[in-house]
């Protein structure tokens, strides 16, 4: 299984950067291949001119295309999530998330901007026919603390446990849709025969 990992945050220093490590590392742990873009990958040039060509975006959507699933992590600015983010889906062609399993992270300064994803994110997502978005984990910049480990800091307890239940769904996600796809490929070659 293979899971892309896309930050969204625009600054280097992210709280939502280091959830999506913290859940890269739990997928990692149970043999999940993560491979994680950050919206500062791609020149801003490239983005906001929609430049297809660009290698950086043709690699994007490659790797989007090969995935299984995507973690998407945001920070919520103005009761959305962040505008660098929608320039970089904005590029993704219109069913490229057809079939896959999307687990939105979203940050924010309070519980007021919990339901940015669902009001902002999850339209978003399903424009581009992605069938199964589950229910978002949103963190409170609170709960987040920045450090010098390997992933970039802490997550309280609460969170950790509201980050790991979230996961186990998603993982429950990416194995069925992994088995699905094994018994239509299964189907197709009876049928070959």
């Not at 769904?169 to 070959?192: M, P, S, V």
Request: some cysteine; charged content about 20%.
């Amino acid at each position: 299984m293979l899971v892309v990992s896309i930050s969204g945050s625009p600054s280097t220093r992210s709280r939502s950067g280091v959830v999506l490590k913290h859940a890269a590392q739990w997928l990692t742990e149970r043999g999940v291949g993560v491979s994680a873009v950050r919206v500062q990958d791609f020149k801003a040039e490239d983005l906001l001119y929609a430049r297809f060509d660009s290698p950086e975006v043709v690699a994007f959507i490659e790797a989007v295309a090969k995935a299984d699933g995507l973690l998407i992590g945001t920070p919520v600015y103005k009761a959305s999530f962040s505008g660098a983010l929608k320039t970089l889906l904005d590029l993704l062609p219109e069913r490229s998330l057809h079939g896959k399993v999307v687990l939105p992270l979203a940050t924010g300064g309070s519980i007021a901007h919990m339901l940015a994803v669902d009001y902002a994110l999850k339209p978003v997502l399903s424009a581009l026919k992605c069938q199964e978005v589950l229910h978002g984990v949103f963190a409170i910049d609170s709960q987040i603390s920045y450090g010098d480990n390997e992933l970039g800091g802490d997550l309280d307890e609460l969170l950790t446990q509201r980050l790991h239940d979230g996961l186990d769904h998603f993982l429950l996600g990416l194995q069925h849709r992994t088995n699905a796809r094994h018994k239509e490929a299964g189907g197709h070659l009876k049928l070959a025969l």
